[in-house]
């Protein structure tokens, strides 16, 4: 389902709860979200104001794909990069590292799985931004 977008800094704000096998719904709603909005490369499910750790990320294939509980491992590269947001006014510049390793869940077969993957470029500053969002650090 297409959800709104929250603008409320106390939401997100609020670091976020794990997620679960539970949260498929919350995935979906992320997705359909993400999907119906235009120049929009990643979204995080506090941006539709649902708190746990759950993003979706446009890959470069152009088709998105969904982190559970990121957390970044290793950067490389720190670099001041301007940033926008969704769900905040402005750019702000902010250090954002070049090539990074995240971990994460998958949802697969209703298990999550874990992942470890390496990104770098757009895509790298894209879920950068969201584990951000995921930790309840405002840009």
């Known amino acids: 389902m297409i959800r709104e977008l929250i603008h409320d800094d106390a939401i997100l704000s609020t670091p976020c ?8 719904p919350v995935i979906q ?12 490369g990643c979204l995080a499910a506090n941006q539709i104001g649902v ?8 890959g470069d294939d152009g088709k998105p794909f969904v982190m559970l509980n990121p ?3 290793f950067g490389l590269g720190p ?4 940033e926008s947001c969704l ?3 402005g750019v702000v510049n902010v250090k954002r590292h070049i090539k990074i390793k995240v971990d994460f869940d ?7 799985r874990h992942r470890r993957r390496e990104y770098a ?12 969002h995921c930790n309840g650090k405002l840009v």
Do not use: N, W, Y
């Open 17 to 24: 709860e794990p997620a679960t096998a539970e949260d498929a």
């Open 29 to 40: 709603d992320v997705l359909d979200t993400l999907a119906s909005l235009s120049d929009a």
């Open 51 to 58: 708190t746990k750790a759950i993003c979706a990320v446009e």
């Open 71 to 73: 957390k970044l491992v």
């Open 79 to 82: 670099q001041r990069v301007q």
């Open 87 to 89: 769900t905040r006014e």
């Open 106 to 112: 998958e949802l697969v077969d209703g298990e999550l």
């Open 121 to 132: 470029g757009f895509t790298a500053q894209m879920i950068q931004h969201m584990i951000d």
